[in-house]
């Protein structure tokens, strides 16, 4: 990874460089950015950077033996520790493969893609981990001019392993660089944060997102750039799981939804929860997320009927029809409701209840506007 590939971040990237050619590395930075940032990329070609052979101009070469071992997690100066399933008969060396092969196709992967992954709803860092990197790294001989080591997300640092890494960064090897890589850095003990170079990544603009895509994904309809970039809010991580699909996977499934709250049909309403409920969680998760942007999107559409054009063509129309029929606060009540629904999602609440009360409660909802045109209509024909 080259500080070229990551578009934006331009006045960190130039401040990391600094420190390179002053010679004031630090010990530790702690790059915290929401998920779907650039943080991780940073600290990858940050780590390309710091070792390249033959730099060129504010980035690495890209060509030399070190940055091309970087570009594939191999170079021996580089240890890479994530969360791992707290239990299992995985090696470390299967789990390095695993976690390293993901990270080069879906280099803005997410904590929660991550534990798709891992089939797992949670995931840890543990002592035995810090212990093992840091011996290595005491162990090996250097081959380039610093020692790496990254965490993804040292918020999974369970409390020794903490200690662990603590006790390391109050006594740092030297020309050791340790990258913290964090989407919750309140998650972290406070002697950790103080002890290290703290940056904040802010997520990418849509127009950064939209390069992105585009270097990714070539052979995309042209218009769809724009409409995932926007959907996307920032983070590339669900741009290229957008981008992934063939068409959006939920819009069916959501507009059919919709037009069953209207109608008040409950057989219909019943049906699809079970549905829902047959998906895995992560899918019943991206479904209401896809649900809670297009219902924002309507929103956008109702007070600024340009927005929609940069969306999908099916979505852009189910928005403006939709818009049609329902007002401005009962579509921030619908949002509310799905919100709330999304929270009890996350606390393993059973899908299908859960689904067949919102749709309820949406029902319910649309309804009050039905009525309210319905006596509006009766009491003019007075
Ligand atoms: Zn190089």
């Not at 929660?112 to 035995?128: D, H, P």
């Given at each position: 990874?080259?500080?070229?590939?990551?578009?934006e971040?331009?006045?960190?990237?130039?401040?990391?460089?600094?420190?390179?050619?002053?010679?004031?590395?630090?010990?530790?930075?702690?790059?915290?950015?929401?998920?779907?940032?650039?943080?991780?990329?940073?600290?990858?070609?940050?780590?390309t950077?710091?070792?390249?052979?033959?730099?060129?101009?504010?980035?690495?070469?890209?060509?030399?033996?070190?940055?091309?071992?970087?570009?594939?997690?191999a170079?021996?100066?580089?240890?890479?520790?994530?969360?791992?399933?707290?239990?299992?008969?995985?090696?470390?060396?299967?789990?390095q493969?695993?976690?390293?092969?993901?990270?080069?196709?879906?280099p803005?992967?997410t904590l929660?893609?991550?534990?798709?992954?891992?089939?797992?709803?949670?995931?840890?860092?543990?002592?035995?981990?810090?212990?093992?990197?840091?011996?290595?790294?005491?162990?090996?001989?250097?081959?380039?001019?610093?020692?790496?080591?990254?965490?993804?997300?040292?918020?999974?640092?369970?409390?020794?392993?903490?200690?662990a890494?603590?006790?390391?960064?109050?006594?740092?090897?030297?020309?050791?660089?340790?990258?913290?890589?964090?989407?919750?850095?309140?998650?972290?003990?406070?002697?950790i944060?103080?002890?290290?170079?703290?940056?904040?990544?802010?997520?990418?603009?849509?127009?950064?997102?939209?390069?992105?895509?585009?270097?990714?994904?070539?052979?995309?309809?042209?218009?769809?750039?724009?409409?995932?970039?926007?959907?996307?809010?920032?983070?590339?991580?669900?741009?290229?799981?957008?981008?992934?699909?063939?068409?959006?996977?939920?819009?069916?499934?959501?507009?059919?939804?919709?037009?069953?709250?209207?109608?008040?049909?409950?057989?219909?309403?019943?049906?699809?929860?079970?549905?829902?409920?047959?998906?895995?969680?992560?899918?019943?998760?991206?479904?209401?997320?896809?649900?809670?942007?297009?219902?924002?999107?309507?929103?956008?559409?109702?007070?600024?009927?340009?927005?929609?054009?940069?969306?999908?063509?099916?979505?852009?129309?189910?928005?403006?029809?939709?818009?049609?029929?329902?007002?401005?606060?009962?579509?921030?009540?619908?949002?509310?409701?799905?919100?709330?629904?999304?929270?009890?999602?996350?606390?393993?609440?059973?899908?299908?209840?859960?689904?067949?009360?919102?749709?309820?409660?949406?029902?319910?909802?649309?309804?009050?506007?039905?009525?309210?045109?319905?006596?509006?209509?009766?009491?003019?024909?007075?």
């Amino acid at each position: 990874m080259l500080f070229s590939e990551i578009p934006e971040h331009n006045e960190f990237k130039n401040a990391l460089i600094r420190h390179v050619a002053l010679g004031r590395v630090g010990h530790a930075y702690l790059l915290v950015g929401p998920p779907g940032s650039a943080n991780l990329t940073l600290a990858w070609a940050f780590a390309t950077y710091l070792n390249c052979t033959f730099p060129i101009e504010g980035d690495a070469c890209g060509n030399c033996s070190s940055c091309k071992s970087m570009a594939q997690w191999a170079h021996p100066d580089l240890q890479l520790l994530f969360p791992k399933k707290a239990t299992g008969t995985q090696t470390e060396a299967e789990a390095q493969t695993i976690f390293k092969n993901y990270l080069r196709q879906h280099p803005f992967l997410t904590l929660e893609e991550w534990l798709a992954v891992l089939e797992q709803g949670s995931g840890q860092i543990t002592k035995q981990d810090i212990h093992a990197i840091t011996q290595r790294i005491a162990i090996q001989a250097f081959i380039g001019p610093y020692k790496i080591i990254c965490i993804w997300l040292p918020e999974c640092l369970n409390n020794a392993a903490a200690n662990a890494l603590l006790k390391t960064l109050e006594e740092p090897p030297a020309r050791t660089v340790f990258l913290l890589v964090s989407c919750a850095s309140e998650k972290i003990i406070p002697t950790i944060r103080s002890r290290s170079q703290q940056y904040y990544i802010p997520p990418f603009s849509k127009e950064a997102i939209e390069q992105l895509l585009r270097k990714q994904y070539t052979a995309l309809d042209a218009h769809r750039y724009g409409a995932i970039a926007f959907l996307a809010e920032g983070d590339a991580s669900k741009a290229f799981q957008l981008a992934e699909q063939a068409a959006p996977a939920h819009f069916d499934d959501f507009s059919s939804w919709m037009r069953h709250c209207y109608s008040g049909n409950f057989t219909k309403l019943i049906k699809q929860s079970e549905s829902f409920h047959k998906l895995p969680i992560k899918e019943q998760k991206d479904f209401l997320r896809y649900a809670l942007q297009l219902l924002r999107m309507t929103i956008l559409g109702k007070c600024n009927p340009t927005v929609s054009d940069t969306t999908l063509a099916d979505e852009s129309t189910f928005s403006k029809n939709f818009g049609l029929h329902v007002t401005v606060s009962q579509l921030h009540l619908i949002i509310h409701l799905l919100n709330q629904a999304y929270a009890h999602l996350e606390r393993y609440a059973h899908a299908k209840m859960m689904f067949a009360n919102l749709s309820i409660q949406i029902a319910t909802l649309l309804k009050a506007k039905q009525l309210s045109i319905l006596g509006h209509a009766l009491s003019k024909n007075k």
